[in-house]
């Protein structure tokens, strides 16, 4: 495995942060100390400050999200199968990180909703290219265009909100009832 440059570790750092504390507690001078760069070092890559940062960071935390959910589909056949794959690691990941690692975007989409627009955005490419990781499985697997697009629709929906609960709750049923719900949901449509 190679060492990771500096822009990529102030990036996958800020993103952490922001997941755990939110875009207004995340500080510049933390992102810097604890990616172990300058603070010289932050202004060069990101010359348009936290701001940019925070948008290069959402988008990070929704590519890492993205390839989450791709691997919990490449690994099973089934969307009803994948769906509840992927929220039993979801929760499995939330406990091991202490009820602490959430959604990526989640933290920082709520905090700058009507306030930031840049990171609304990024935050609102990141939900749909989710969706469209959804959609596509479910297309795949012969469900109708307009069938898989409500469907990827409330997938989203309904990980993001167990997700939250599961943080808030510091319990796995969140997630596992989805699971299971989101399954039988998508059954339902075959």
């Known amino acids: 495995m190679h060492e990771i440059g500096t822009r990529?570790?102030?990036?996958?750092?800020?993103?952490l942060l922001m997941q755990r504390q939110g875009y207004e507690a995340t500080g510049l001078k933390q992102?810097?100390?604890?990616?172990?760069?300058?603070?010289?070092s932050v202004y060069h890559f990101f010359p348009g400050g936290k701001r940019e940062l925070a948008v290069e960071a959402v988008r990070h935390g929704g590519a890492e999200f993205a390839e989450f959910l791709t691997a919990a589909f490449d690994r099973e056949d089934d969307p009803?199968?994948?769906?509840?794959?992927?929220?039993r690691d979801l929760a499995r990941d939330l406990?091991?990180?202490g009820w602490l690692d959430g959604c990526p975007v989640t933290t920082t989409a709520l905090e700058s909703a009507g306030r930031v627009p840049e990171l609304q955005q990024a935050a609102e490419e990141a939900y749909e290219q989710w969706r469209s990781l959804v959609r596509d499985k479910l297309r795949r697997s012969g469900f109708a265009e307009d069938?898989?697009?409500d469907l990827a629709h409330s997938v989203i929906n309904l990980l993001e909100g167990a997700e939250?609960?599961?943080?808030?709750?510091?319990?796995?049923a969140p997630l596992e009832i989805a699971g299971r719900h989101?399954?039988?949901?998508?059954?339902?449509y075959r």
């Open 80 to 87: 009803a199968t994948a769906v509840l794959a992927c929220t």
């Open 95 to 97: 406990r091991a990180s």
């Open 31 to 40: 992102i810097s100390q604890e990616a172990r760069a300058t603070l010289g």
């Open 8 to 15: 990529e570790r102030i990036v996958r750092t800020t993103s």
């Open 182 to 188: 989101l399954a039988r949901l998508i059954d339902s």
């Open 164 to 172: 939250l609960s599961a943080q808030v709750s510091r319990s796995e």
């Open 147 to 149: 069938v898989a697009h």
